[in-house]
C-alpha cells in the first residue's frame, strides 16, 4: 500500500507541476504582441483595372503602374468571395468587408438623371425603395436584392457596409467610370462606394464617361474627363473615391468576336492606356496626405483555368513604405493578402474603427525586404504557389490510394496470408513516412509537377530508409524514429512561423484561402497522433527511464497544446480541443488514472478552460493583430449566441460535405474499420499487444480519441481524423504482423 500511496502522490505533484507550467505559459504569449501603426490619411483612392494578371507586370506596357509599385508596397490579393470568382462577387465583397455574393442586379448602378426602363433612374429607386435619393449621388438599383441573398448566408455579410461606414462617420464617397459595352451596364464598381441604402453622394457612371471607338467592346473610358471629376469630387470632399478603369473589362468581355491578332494588338493598346491614365493620376495626387490603391478584383477566366487566382495589388501613401511587400492580420503571410481586407484599410486610414461583420483586416507593411523588387518577388511566389496547388490534388489522391491498398493488403495477410508480413511492414512504414516528407518537400527544388512527385518519392523512401537503418543499429522500432521525426520537424516549424507548412503539399493553400497562417487540419492531426505514438512507444522502449520519460510527455504534451492554441503559433481551435482531448487522456492513463464519469468530465473542463484562456488571451490584443479564433469570438460575442450557432451548423455542413466527397473520408472509413476489426480479429492477438505493450496500446486509445474529438470540432474534421489515424491504424496494423511472426522476434 505505502508503494502505491507513493507513486500516487508522484505522479500528484507531477501533474500540479505541469499544470503550474501551462497557466504560466500562457503569460509568455503576450511577448508575441505587437503594436500595429495608426498612421491617417485625407482620402484613400482605388483604382480598378480588372481582369489583368502578374504576367501583365512582366510585359512593358504597364511601366507607369511598375514604377509605382517601387514607391509602396505590393502583394498578391486573394480574391474569393461568398460564391465564385466572378466580377458580381468580387466587386461586392470589396465594399462588404467579408465575404459577399452578387447577382446580376450589381452591374445596376447608375446616375440619378440617367433613363432606365422607361423612367428616370431616381424615379425608379424610388418605386423599389421607397427613399429619394439626394440630387448629383450615384443608385445601385439592386440594393433591395442584394441585401437579401447575401442575409440568407451563414456568415455576416452586409452589401454596402464600407460606404455605411464613412457615411455614418460623415465622409462623403465617391465614384467615377464604367465597364460598359453596347446594350450592357457595367457599373460594379457602385456596389464598392454604396452605403447599405445603395448610394453613393458623387460620380459619374453614364455614358459620358466614355467615347465611342472603332474596337472590341466599341467604348473607351475617356480618361481625361475621368481626371476632371477626379479633380472636382476632391475639391467637394470626397474621403473615399472609387475610379473604374473599364476598358480591361470591356475587351476582356468581348474577346471572342474578334481574331486573335486583334484582340491581342488592342489589349496592349489598353494596357497602355490605362497604365498612362494611373501615371497621370499620380501626378495629381499628394503622397503625403493621400493614399493611392491598385486593385485586380478579378483574374481573367483564362488565368482561373491555370489555377492563376491571385492578382496584383499596390498601395502607395501614409503608412507604405517603399518597396516592401503588403501583409495584414488575415494572412500574416508576406505579399499575400485578402480582398476582404480593403474596406478595414479605407476605415483604419480615414481614422474609423473596423466594423463589427467585416471578416478583414487592415493592410500592413510586411517586416522582410525582398532582395528582389517586390514585384519579381511576387511573381516567383506566385509560380510557386501554382506549381504547388496544381500538384496537391493528384499526389494527395495518389497517397490515399497507397494508404488503402498497404492497409487492406496487411488485412489480407494477418487473415490469410501470414507469411507476408515482413514484405508488407516497410509500406507501412512508407505510409507513415509521407506527412513528414511532404512538410519537407518546400526546401527542394519544385519546378514542376512532375519534379515534386519524384522528390516527394524520393524523400520519403529516404525517410522510411533511415528509420530502418536506426533499426538495424541501435535497435529502435522504425515507427518510432517516423513518430519523433514527424512531430519535432512540425513544432519546429510551428516555433519557425510555419514556413514549411505554408508552402507543404499537406498544408494549406493561399490560392484556396481556408486558412493562412498557424497549424492546419491536416499537420495538425499529424501532430497529435505522431507525438502521442512516438512518446507512449518510447516509454514502452526505454523501461529503465519510465518514470522521466512518462515526466517528459507531460511537458511535450503541454508544449504541444500551447504550439496549437498560440496566437502566434497555431491558432487553431479545434486543434486546440482534439490535442487537450487525446494528449490529457493519454497522460492520465500513463500515470495510472482510471476512467470513471468524473474522470472524462474533469477532462472535458481543462479541454474548455485551455480553450477559452488562449480565447480570451488573443481577445485582449489589438483586433489587427488578433488571430480568427479572436475574431470568431469577437464576433459571437457581438452578435450573440445566435452566430455561434451558425458557425456550429457551418462546420458540421463541411464535415458532412468532406465525407461525402473528399478522399479522405475512404482513409478515415478504413482506418476506423480495421481498428474495430483488430479488437476482436484474430482473436487474441489485441489482448497480447495490451499485455505486453501497455504503455503504447493507451497511446493507441489516445490517437483515436483525438481522431473522434478532431472530427468533431473541426470544420474538415474528416482530414483532421484521417491524418490523425496515419499514426493509429498502421502501427497498430505493423504490431499484429510482429506479433504474428513464426520466431516472435520482435520488442519495443
Known sequence: MGGSYLGYSFWQKIFAGLLCIFILSIGTMAQAAGTADNVRAARVVLVLIDKLNTQDYETNHLRNIKALAERGSVGLLNNNTGGGIYSEHTYLTIGGGAHLIGAGDAYNGFNTYEYVMDTSADYEYYRRTGWQAPEGSVIQLGIGKLTRINEELTHPAIAGALGQALHEAGLKTAVLGNADTPGFPRRLATNITMDRQGLTDFGCVDGSIVEEKAVLG????????????????RKNGASFIVIETGDATRINEEKDNGTDAAYARQRAETLSGIDRFVGDLVNQMDFSK????????????????????????????????????????????HGIVMNTDIAPTVLKHLGQE?????SGRPLLVSDIKPEETGLGYLTNLNKQLITTYQARPPLQSAYVLLQLIVLFTAMYGIFFKRHMAEFIKPFLLVVMAVPLAELLMPLLPRHSVAVMAVMLVVTTLVIAGAAVLVNRKLGLDP?????????????????????????????????????????????????????????????QYWAKWRRQLIAASGILFLFTVYAMAAPNLGTNVGGTIAASSALLVTFLLLIGVRFRLRTVLLVCVAVVLAAVGFIAFDLSRPPDLRSHMGTMASLILNAGPGQALEIVQRKWAMNMKLLNYSVWSRVLLASLAILALLFYRPRGVMENIRVKYPYLFKGF????????????????????????????????????????????????
Open 290 to 333: 493621400e493614399i493611392l490603391l491598385v486593385v485586380t478584383p478579378t483574374p481573367t477566366a483564362e488565368a482561373l483555368k491555370k489555377n492563376n487566382n491571385l492578382t496584383p495589388i499596390i498601395a502607395v501613401g501614409p503608412g507604405f513604405q517603399p518597396g516592401s511587400l503588403l501583409t495584414s492580420g488575415t494572412t500574416k503571410r
Open 479 to 539: 515507427f518510432i524514429f517516423i513518430c519523433i521525426a514527424s512531430a519535432g520537424t512540425i513544432l519546429t516549424d510551428l516555433l519557425n512561423a510555419s514556413y514549411l507548412q505554408k508552402q507543404s503539399l499537406l498544408g494549406y493553400d493561399p490560392i484556396v484561402g481556408a486558412r493562412f497562417y498557424g497549424i492546419g487540419n491536416e499537420y495538425m492531426g499529424v501532430l497529435i497522433g505522431s507525438v502521442i505514438v512516438g512518446t507512449t512507444a518510447a516509454i
Open 354 to 358: 473596423a466594423v463589427v461583420g467585416m
Open 701 to 748: 486509445v489516445g490517437v483515436v480519441t483525438g481522431a473522434l474529438v478532431a472530427f468533431a470540432f473541426n470544420d474538415s474534421g474528416v482530414v483532421a481524423a484521417a491524418t490523425t489515424l496515419i499514426f493509429g491504424a498502421p502501427p497498430l496494423v505493423y504490431l499484429v504482423l510482429s506479433e504474428q511472426r513464426t520466431d516472435g522476434k520482435h520488442t519495443i
Open 218 to 233: 466599341s467604348y473607351r473610358t475617356n480618361f481625361t474627363e475621368v481626371l476632371k471629376k477626379f479633380a472636382e469630387y
